[in-house]
């Protein structure tokens, strides 16, 4: 195999780390070989080494793949210069990734196994949580959003989202990840902002955001 220029060796890592993804979130890594997530990753397990040093690197890997996604949703949260329904739906969007990217059998695992890797997943969903009580703050102050609890706001987004990404309770109701994104998105909107404030365009806008979330989550 010909050597491979740090950048590309750096982008198939990621790539080979989104592979497995779905097996680590749902059933955790701490009893998987190296082997197993080889097959998992569609490769042999020496070409697995020709990326990665061992089990350990393989997961700094993955989560720091989970990290990006969930860090990138929030850039635009506390950008004044948007209307405060679109930063809403960044919200929603950032909570999403951070409920399918940060389940709980992953993180018993990096606890019990990686504990600088969980520390800093603690620490990113921390700055998540900050970041958006903030914004449902400055919202409120505004004008724009109920007084409402914004401590209330998230856990209610981490025990929905994680329920809705549950494959067998969309089968059980009869949904459609997309419907539910879309509903639970619609409720949230209400429950949230004042009605003088809902405006056609901005609600277009979150057909987009859905899409690609689905889009992301399918890479996955």
Known sequence: MRKLEPEDKQKMRRIYAGKILNVVRTKGFTSMTIQELAD???ISRASLYNYFSSKEDVIMELTNYCLT???DAGETILNEDLPYPIRLQKVFEQAVF????????????LKKSCTSLYEQKIISRK???DAARLFYHKGMEAGVFHKLNPSI????????????LNTSYLAQEGLSLKQALFDYYEAKKIQIVRPEFI????DAAIEGVVDYILQKLAES
């Open 40 to 42: 998992l990753m569609n």
């Open 69 to 71: 996604y969930i860090e």
């Open 98 to 109: 951070s409920a399918f990217y940060t389940s709980t059998i992953y993180l018993n695992d």
């Open 127 to 129: 700055k998540q949580m």
């Open 153 to 164: 706001l998230i856990m209610q987004d981490e025990v929905v989202l994680e329920k809705m």
């Open 199 to 202: 405006h056609e365009e901005e």
